[in-house]
């Protein structure tokens, strides 16, 4: 059994992309990140189970829990909440949610001054958050909104960025649009549960906690526009 301290699971399962991590402040102690074909269901609760049966912990080291929040699947977010609301209720544990999209752009390197983040919104479409760098960080700026890959080559600004899961088709085409300087690449557009568990820790340690009783999923639907977290 590995010395205690505080650890905090993290639990993405915002898209067909699902992740989970583990970490205590210092290091990720565990993570794993898969693409289910819609089985949340079956294949979350199993999957924390493994991870900290890897780690040599159990349910009893946790002390304190992360959700990406979306936008992205209803059914994916409601499940993902679920499990880490049950767990907040049972051990008596903080919560902390982060919107996904915070999730990829937390993860870029800042270079230039605009950034697009997305995930899939279902029927070929794309939820699109959009970033300013400030202070060598990267912050949102205004609404989040559901668009085809050409409404969003449409948006992009100089010299802008796209991060997120994006098919062959749609990287393609934004390249012959943009260039090849568009686009990060696949390894760094992956929706890694490390970084929600980082931005998590953080404002768990502040204090900046949800109560898991009144915590909700961002949804967007294909005409809404949300204003950024």
Same mark, same amino acid.
Request: charged share 15%; proline share 5%.
């Given at each position: 059994?590995?010395?205690?301290?505080?650890?905090?699971?993290?639990v993405?399962t915002?898209?067909?992309?699902?992740?989970?991590?583990?970490?205590?402040g210092a290091?990720?102690?565990?993570?794993?990140?898969?693409?289910?074909?819609?089985?949340?269901?079956v294949?979350?609760?199993?999957?924390?189970?493994?991870l900290?049966?890897?780690?040599?912990?159990?349910?009893q080291?946790?002390? $304190?829990?992360?959700?990406?929040?979306?936008?992205?699947s209803?059914?994916?977010?409601?499940?993902?909440?679920?499990?880490?609301?049950?767990l907040?209720?049972?051990r008596?544990?903080p919560?902390?949610?982060?919107?996904?999209?915070d999730?990829?752009?937390?993860?870029?390197?800042?270079?230039?001054?605009?950034?697009?983040a997305v995930? %899939?919104? @279902?029927? @070929? %479409?794309?939820?699109?958050g959009?970033?300013q760098?400030?202070?060598? $960080?990267?912050?949102p700026n205004?609404?989040?909104?559901?668009?085809?890959v050409?409404?969003?080559?449409?948006?992009?600004?100089q010299? @802008?960025?796209?991060? @997120?899961?994006?098919?062959?088709e749609? %990287?393609?085409?934004?390249?012959?649009?943009?260039?090849?300087?568009?686009?990060?690449s696949?390894a760094?557009?992956?929706? %890694?549960?490390?970084f929600?568990?980082?931005?998590a820790?953080?404002?768990?340690q502040?204090?900046?906690?949800?109560?898991?009783?009144t915590?909700?999923?961002?949804?967007?639907?294909?005409?809404?526009?949300?204003?950024?977290?």
């Open positions: 059994m590995r010395a205690s301290a505080p650890v905090l699971l993290a993405d915002s898209t067909r992309v699902v992740g989970i991590a583990l970490y205590d290091q990720v102690l565990g993570e794993s990140v898969w693409s289910s074909n819609d089985y949340h269901t294949e979350l609760a199993p999957a924390v189970a493994q900290l049966k890897k780690c040599a912990l159990d349910a080291h946790l002390e $304190a829990l992360a959700a990406a929040l979306g936008p992205g209803f059914t994916g977010l409601r499940i993902g909440l679920a499990l880490v609301k049950g907040a209720l049972a008596r544990i919560l902390v949610g982060i919107p996904t999209l999730v990829l752009a937390f993860a870029q390197p800042v270079t230039g001054e605009h950034l697009a995930v %899939r919104a @279902g029927r @070929g %479409r794309l939820a699109v959009w970033y760098a400030e202070a060598a $960080a990267w912050r205004g609404e989040v909104s559901v668009l085809t050409e409404q969003l080559s449409e948006l992009i600004p010299g @802008g960025r796209v991060c @997120g899961e994006l098919t062959l749609e %990287r393609q085409f934004l390249e012959s649009v943009h260039g090849l300087g568009v686009l990060t696949p760094l557009s992956l929706r %890694r549960p490390s929600l568990a980082e931005l820790w953080k404002r768990w502040s204090g900046q906690v949800a109560d898991p009783a915590l909700a999923p961002l949804y967007l639907h294909y005409q809404d526009a949300i204003p950024a977290a």
